[in-house]
């Protein structure tokens, strides 16, 4: 569906095009089951298909610079991808993008859970992603954003009642919580670091939407583990507790994009560290997390970034 609205052709002519391809290429692209499967010769198709939108893009902009009153290309405007962990957008991560859309950049922004928003880009979709997964994929690089940091939080209707101690080892099975999906194992994750449970099962809500969890919160469906800065105000005004004021936790989140040479690349890539940096914690410190991020040597944009940190 997606495919034929963007070529603007009928599902004939889309499957005529795509038997075309693969008697070119000798091999098959996408395995015709339902929902349709990418193979790796289609991955790696897709992949150079994005990578030569990444390429156009970049063009529309230089011919921008030089000459800010013409025309584009004459087709429709590029439009690049990433993949970002819900909780970011709903917090730092869009204003971000802002001054990229003013600029006319078309951005798609695919919502996913933080640790499984890397797989959007190791499967060629997206050109960048926003993960806590650290180690970079081949022909990736990896830039540390900074940590966000986490707070237990309810309703005081719904903390006075089930809750009025806070949150502990004794009441936390008792308790129900609200977690955004089926993948996110981040509240059973906070938990057990909270309480050195290895492993750990809760009653769970789920509500696929940063906004949404926290209007769970408020309706005094349960309990849940939200970004400080999504809550800060909240908190401040009275609106929710923080059940574990003593304990904050936090993750490290980090960005990975192509290790490409790209104009467009390189304002993405800048845009997002310089907003994480004055929305976010620094990276923890190996006595509270992992290690620092293992990834090509720093290209022109990190030495760039280095000597304005410097």
């Not at 105000?233 to 936090?250: I, T, Y």
Request: aromatic share 6%; net charge positive.
């Amino acid at each position: 569906m997606n495919a034929r609205r963007r070529a603007c052709r009928c599902p004939s002519a889309v499957s005529q095009r795509l038997r075309s391809l693969e008697m070119q290429t000798g091999t098959v692209l996408i395995v015709r089951s339902r929902p349709i499967k990418v193979t790796p010769a289609g991955q790696m198709l897709l992949k150079h298909a994005l990578q030569m939108r990444l390429l156009r893009a970049d063009l529309e902009r230089e011919l921008k610079e030089l000459a800010p009153g013409g025309s584009s290309l004459g087709i429709d405007q590029e439009q690049i991808a990433i993949a970002v962990n819900a909780d970011s957008i709903g917090t730092w991560a869009l204003p971000a993008l802002d001054q990229l859309a003013r600029q006319g950049l078309a951005i798609e922004v695919i919502v996913d859970d933080q640790d499984f928003t890397q797989g959007w880009l190791r499967e060629g979709q997206v050109l960048g992603c926003i993960t806590t997964l650290e180690h970079a994929l081949r022909g990736c690089k990896v830039l540390p954003l900074g940590s966000m940091q986490y707070v237990a939080v309810a309703h005081p209707e719904f903390a006075a009642t089930r809750c009025p101690e806070g949150l502990s080892a004794y009441n936390f099975r008792r308790l129900p919580f609200i977690a955004f999906n089926r993948k996110d194992d981040s509240q059973c994750d906070f938990v057990g670091r909270a309480f050195g449970l290895n492993k750990v099962k809760l009653r769970q809500f789920h509500v696929p939407s940063t906004q949404g969890q926290l209007r769970a919160v408020e309706a005094l469906r349960g309990v849940s583990w939200l970004p400080e800065l999504q809550v800060r105000d909240k908190l401040r005004r009275g609106e929710l507790v923080n059940l574990m004021p003593e304990l904050p936790l936090a993750i490290d989140l980090y960005w990975h994009c192509w290790n490409l040479d790209s104009p467009v690349l390189d304002a993405l890539t800048k845009a997002l560290i310089s907003t994480a940096a004055a929305s976010l914690s620094g990276p923890r410190t190996p006595g509270g997390a992992g290690r620092a991020p293992q990834a090509a040597p720093p290209g022109r944009l990190e030495r760039e970034l280095i000597a304005e940190a410097a």
